[in-house]
T-cell receptor
């Protein structure tokens, strides 16, 4: 079946502009996660959605970052007033709740802020 | 301190050598434990998953969780060039499936 998809695959934007990154999770997966990976670094947790529960936003680095998940499926990560330090690969993952927990990652969106 | 501690990299070893990557984690974490592998310019992918004291095996890799000391070390008896990658240990932190990824260990296999 289809895996996690993300769009765009690459995004170049000017400092100060807003960007939206999209994630389509695996069909039926109730949990969705966003991570950030700066060049040569590990995975930095940003936010996760689990079913109808309030999202865990504990990893968002500033109030310029926000995310929503509509209809329990597609999610959009929005970065307002982008800064150069926001340049990174943004990865989305999904998992099915219950007994599995394994997360499956999308290919990521490479964001470059000039 | 860090809630997940992994072997500091890079770990460089020749083909056919044995590999062990250590991982220890905060004891309050759930019993679900994962190793992910990330190849160059690719997204992380699941390597293996374990729970309780169940040893698991995948693609020649093995991991045996030891609950008594909160460890989940990854082993492979004979590495190949294609095993060059970054390896992440990721225990579950809650009953909903949130994982805590370690910093990752880069493994470089040389001819």
């Amino acid at each position: 079946g289809a895996g996690v998809s993300q769009s765009p695959s690459n995004k170049v934007t000017e400092k100060g502009k807003d960007v939206e990154l999209r994630c389509d999770p695996i069909s039926g997966h109730t949990a969705l996660y966003w991570y950030r990976q700066s060049l040569g670094q590990g995975l930095e947790f940003l936010i996760y959605f689990q079913g109808n529960s309030a999202p865990d936003k504990s990893g968002l680095p500033s109030d310029r970052f926000s995310a929503e998940r509509t209809g329990g499926s597609v999610s959009t990560l929005t970065i307002q007033r982008t800064q150069q330090e926001d340049s990174a690969v943004y990865l989305c993952a999904s998992s099915s709740s219950g007994t599995s927990y394994e997360q499956y990652f999308g290919p990521g969106t490479r964001l470059t802020v000039t | 301190g860090d809630s997940v501690t992994q072997t500091e990299g890079p770990v460089t070893l020749p083909e056919r050598a044995a590999l062990t990557l250590n991982c220890t984690y905060q004891s309050s974490y759930s019993t679900f434990l994962f190793w992910y592998v990330q190849y160059l310019n690719k997204e992380p992918e699941l390597l293996l998953k374990s729970s309780e004291n169940q040893e698991t095996d995948s693609r020649g890799f093995q991991a045996s969780p030891i609950k008594s000391d909160s460890s989940f070390h990854l082993e492979k008896p004979s590495v190949q060039l294609s095993d060059s990658a970054v390896y992440y240990c990721a225990p579950g932190t809650d009953s909903w499936g949130k994982l805590q990824f370690g910093a990752g260990t880069q493994v470089v296999v040389t001819p």
